[in-house]
């Protein structure tokens, strides 16, 4: 028998047996419900994946691209990154008296965060998380992250994340899809706990940037935070952003709201078999239930008119997870 | 025998095979001639993936930044983008006759290229490179570079690239480095070619960029390129977007001009091991030779100088590649 016959046999026979137990292990989602939008991702992945099917994708474009906040973790009632920036402000508040009476600041250390604007929140921004190397950033982030916890569930922020999406992620890279978070909020900051939480590389995660500047000191080159907006990642950012990060359209995005109709709308202009779904916050007893009202992921009568009109899957946390939390 | 017996028997039978056809083959840099410079990146290289090593580095963290124009393919006498925009001006001349006395367009028509400027050239880029959909603007390029062909080697600018770089991509890759393109030319035009001449999927090239526009007409998602800049690629650009797009720090950084010198730098402050090279353009019987006064590829003795201080290894054409080209 030749060298190459042997390797051919060695692989056939890894191959049966890995099919064999691939086929043991039964449910890739076990904290979705039964339901159409369960069976529909599965039926997704299988055409998409499998060789026979006319709806078969190449690995190299199996790209998907998922929102964040509202989508893979809690965001409600404030964006967790705000609530990371407001904890900034009562952190450096000692070394700025004049913060007492001087707005913004004054507003937050009052926890008057309604009044708050745009560009009243750039301020702040600007004030507590530039001018600092990129590794400070991320290390103070992170150390607010392994302390900061969260009001009403009494968890760190990164346990509110949603173990069906989890389930989500783990299970498209099984089946080799290239899975990318694609959020407006800051990439520096979900690049802090991604790797961690989500498993996914730094490259993998795309938001709402401001720029660094290049710097070499004492023979020390650093790269520093600076104050100007680089890439807003939300609305038709999304899609811009996607073909500026990863130069292909993805095959499947979840969103939660208004922030991700047109990356879902991108993404259904994909000549390839495509998938959209928007995680719709229907579960007031074991997260929360917010529509058009709420000032975090507004979800309009036009977004859920749009998703049933594009055959868009609506996933009712209420109905369609099993389990929300891993609490 | 058990189930998981047999796949532990196929897969050793595997890697012994494997690893006996490997050594077998030996060279992995068969275009470079013996000497310093191949010997160092083959004992980096080894060095960086034996976990044996005191210098290993985790395969997440083998990140490879890799120049284009004038480090993998020829940049001399004007960078091949450059090239292409005048071509197009040549192409749209019909259906503008007013170029024939409007400037710059007049210039390049006459073929004085020496008289543009920075901001000239912007027009012309602004003029023939946008307003049209991001799918047009590659089906453009890729069309001309089927066409093209340079006016010395009478190749077509993609067989322009050097073996020996491709060897090297291909030796990392095959180490489990993960490559990345980075250049001051444009993210679009590389994409372009890079998948088929690289091998390099288009999340992996890093480039200057134009601003897109979302569209949505007639039940049609699209992007639309405008003359809008939103990065430059090139010098303190190198390590900001390499920090933007990877999120980590090169452990090997190759460049060949002044337009790199931040990202070598960059590179060398990485606490892993790491390897900073610069292509130096030496041969002009087989390529060319130009350092300082070039208008491209600029290689000014203050780098060569920051080169031999922080031991970058400079590679030279002439004396280090035993073959340039594939033709």
Redesign the interface.
């Given at each position: 028998m030749h060298?190459k016959d042997?390797?051919y046999y060695?692989?056939t026979?890894?191959l049966l047996?890995?099919s064999?137990?691939a086929k043991a292990s039964s449910d890739p989602l076990p904290s979705w419900n039964e339901g159409t939008v369960k069976q529909s991702i599965i039926q997704f992945v299988h055409n998409t994946t499998d060789k026979n099917s006319t709806h078969y994708v190449a690995p190299?474009n199996r790209i998907a691209t998922i929102d964040n906040d509202g989508t893979m973790w809690v965001e409600y009632p404030m964006y967790t990154q705000v609530i990371f920036a407001f904890a900034r402000v009562v952190a450096l508040a000692p070394q700025h008296p004049e913060w007492k009476t001087q707005q913004p600041f004054a507003a937050v250390l009052a926890k008057q965060y309604d009044t708050l604007t745009g560009p009243e929140f750039e301020k702040i921004l600007a004030a507590t998380q530039s001018g600092m190397s990129?590794e400070n950033f991320k290390a103070l982030a992170q150390q607010w992250l392994a302390i900061a916890k969260d009001p009403r569930f009494h968890q760190h922020y990164t346990q509110l994340v949603y173990v069906p999406m989890l389930e989500m992620i783990n299970y498209l890279r099984q089946n080799n899809f290239k899975v990318y978070i694609v959020s407006g909020g800051g990439?520096d900051f979900m690049?802090a706990f991604t790797q961690k939480t989500f498993q996914l590389?730094?490259?993998q995660?795309i938001g709402s940037?401001a720029?660094?500047?290049?710097s070499?000191q004492d023979g020390?080159?650093?790269?520093i935070k600076i104050p100007q907006l680089?890439?807003v990642d939300d609305k038709?950012?999304k899609?811009?952003a996607i073909?500026?990060?990863?130069?292909?359209k993805p095959i499947i995005a979840i969103g939660n709201s208004e922030g991700d109709r047109?990356m879902l709308?991108?993404t259904?202009?994909n000549p390839e078999e495509h998938l959209m779904l928007l995680v719709h916050h229907d579960d007031a007893v074991r997260e929360y239930a917010y529509d058009t009202k709420s000032k975090v992921g507004t979800f309009p009568t036009s977004l859920m008119n749009e998703a049933k009109e594009q055959h868009w899957l609506v996933i009712s946390m209420k109905k369609d997870w099993k389990k929300i939390f891993s609490f």
């Amino acid at each position: 028998m030749h060298k190459k016959d042997l390797v051919y046999y060695g692989l056939t026979l890894i191959l049966l047996l890995t099919s064999f137990t691939a086929k043991a292990s039964s449910d890739p989602l076990p904290s979705w419900n039964e339901g159409t939008v369960k069976q529909s991702i599965i039926q997704f992945v299988h055409n998409t994946t499998d060789k026979n099917s006319t709806h078969y994708v190449a690995p190299e474009n199996r790209i998907a691209t998922i929102d964040n906040d509202g989508t893979m973790w809690v965001e409600y009632p404030m964006y967790t990154q705000v609530i990371f920036a407001f904890a900034r402000v009562v952190a450096l508040a000692p070394q700025h008296p004049e913060w007492k009476t001087q707005q913004p600041f004054a507003a937050v250390l009052a926890k008057q965060y309604d009044t708050l604007t745009g560009p009243e929140f750039e301020k702040i921004l600007a004030a507590t998380q530039s001018g600092m190397s990129v590794e400070n950033f991320k290390a103070l982030a992170q150390q607010w992250l392994a302390i900061a916890k969260d009001p009403r569930f009494h968890q760190h922020y990164t346990q509110l994340v949603y173990v069906p999406m989890l389930e989500m992620i783990n299970y498209l890279r099984q089946n080799n899809f290239k899975v990318y978070i694609v959020s407006g909020g800051g990439q520096d900051f979900m690049r802090a706990f991604t790797q961690k939480t989500f498993q996914l590389s730094p490259e993998q995660i795309i938001g709402s940037a401001a720029k660094t500047r290049y710097s070499y000191q004492d023979g020390r080159a650093d790269l520093i935070k600076i104050p100007q907006l680089l890439l807003v990642d939300d609305k038709d950012g999304k899609p811009e952003a996607i073909y500026f990060f990863i130069g292909k359209k993805p095959i499947i995005a979840i969103g939660n709201s208004e922030g991700d109709r047109q990356m879902l709308e991108w993404t259904q202009s994909n000549p390839e078999e495509h998938l959209m779904l928007l995680v719709h916050h229907d579960d007031a007893v074991r997260e929360y239930a917010y529509d058009t009202k709420s000032k975090v992921g507004t979800f309009p009568t036009s977004l859920m008119n749009e998703a049933k009109e594009q055959h868009w899957l609506v996933i009712s946390m209420k109905k369609d997870w099993k389990k929300i939390f891993s609490f």
